[in-house]
Nanobody, 117 residues
Framework: QVQLVESGGGLVQAGGSLRLSCAAS????????MGWFRQAPGKEREFVVG???????TYVDSVKGRFTISRDNAKSTVYLQMNSLKPEDTAVYYC???????????WGQGTQVTVSS
């Protein structure tokens, strides 16, 4: 089992940047696929970006070219660098983990990102 703790959210003006971190506890972090999701007020939670244990990365179209995911297996941490932020990026951002071939069963508590116009 893995526990996830996000940090790095906050308030930023449009065009600004934030870096989210997700620290994982538990064994075998490097065998998990990791993902970032977000949920805006009144909307369903949506997938933003994922990085597999192999390093393969998948982005949702709306963040391509602006967001970058990375992982440091030695630190059991995954990062989300968010640049050129837009007001529509405002949401609670969640880190999630899944075993290979499984579903995202492990979730952090979320961190608020607010982008002002």
């Amino acid at each position: 089992q893995v526990q996830l703790v996000e940090s790095g959210g906050g308030l930023v003006q449009a065009g600004g940047s934030l870096r989210l971190s997700c620290a994982a506890s538990g064994r075998s972090f490097n065998s998990y696929d990791m993902g970032w999701f977000r949920q805006a007020p009144g909307k369903e939670r949506e997938f933003v970006v994922g990085i597999r244990w192999s390093g393969l990365i998948t982005y949702v179209d709306s963040v391509k070219g602006r967001f970058t995911i990375s992982r440091d297996n030695a630190k059991s941490t995954v990062y989300l660098q968010m640049n050129s932020l837009k007001p529509e990026d405002t949401a609670v951002y969640y880190c999630a983990a899944r075993r290979v071939g499984g579903s995202y069963d492990y979730w952090g508590q979320g961190t608020q990102v607010t982008v002002s116009s």
